[in-house]
């Protein structure tokens, strides 16, 4: 298997651009999740789904982010207006989830670089 | 909620073995323990996950106290490869990595 596919690797947009970033789950997984990276607040778990029904968007910064998940094998997460604090590593995880102890097995994909100027 | 509580960075030397003790005091009686391993400019990889006791795969160990407010995470005769930041996780439905440990090898 191929692993998790993000999409692109690198974006740098300017401020008030609608950012798209994409990711391919592993074949077979029931669960996704979006997570945001940066120096100062570590991994953040932005979103999870389970068999493509968002479960917990708590992460969710603010309206300007959205995420869906129209099929078990496609997510998107969406800025819109992106700003300069949005700058951050994104990474989208899947898991085969049966239980609780599952959803923490998670494997992640190689993350998509985001910088807004 | 339970809170994981580890050490901010550790060194050590390529060869010996290292220990990651993490915190967990409030865990609930249905929480599991994982760790995962995160190197520079790559998503985290899972490690290891266990319940009480101690679980072994090839990648590392993983001791739990009887009590369970505490685990440890053990990585036998680490080399420079094994630089990195190792995350503790404790929770039943809610997610949180924290800042993780920063281990860096020494030759």
């Known amino acids: 298997d191929a692993g998790v596919i993000q999409s692109p690797r690198h974006e740098v947009t300017e401020m008030g651009q609608e950012v798209t970033l994409r990711c391919k789950p592993i074949s077979g997984h029931n669960s996704l999740f979006w997570y945001r990276q940066t120096m100062m607040r570590g991994l953040e778990l932005l979103i999870y789904f389970n068999n493509n029904v968002p479960i917990d968007d708590s992460g969710m910064p603010e309206d300007r982010f959205s995420a869906k998940m129209p099929n078990a094998s496609f997510s998107t997460l969406k800025i819109q207006p992106s700003e300069p604090r949005d700058s951050a590593v994104y990474f989208c995880?899947?898991?085969?989830?049966?239980?609780?102890?599952?959803?923490?097995?998670?494997?992640f994909g190689p993350g998509t670089r985001l910088t807004v100027t | 909620l339970a809170k994981t509580t580890q050490p901010i960075s550790m060194d050590s030397y390529e060869g010996q073995e290292v220990n990651i003790t993490c915190s967990h005091n409030n865990i609930a009686t249905n929480d599991y323990i994982t760790w995962y391993q995160q190197f520079p400019s790559q998503g985290p990889r899972f490690i290891i996950q266990?319940?009480?006791t101690k679980v072994t795969n090839e990648v590392a160990s993983l001791f739990i106290p009887a009590d369970r407010k505490s685990s440890t995470l053990s990585l036998p005769r680490v080399s420079l490869s094994d630089t990195a930041v190792y995350y503790c996780?404790?929770?039943?439905?809610?997610?949180?990595f924290g800042k993780g440990t920063r281990l860096h090898i020494l030759p």
């Open positions: 996780l404790v929770g039943e439905d809610k997610i949180i």
């Open positions: 266990g319940y009480k």
């Open positions: 995880a899947s898991s085969f989830s049966q239980g609780t102890r599952d959803l923490y097995e998670q494997y």
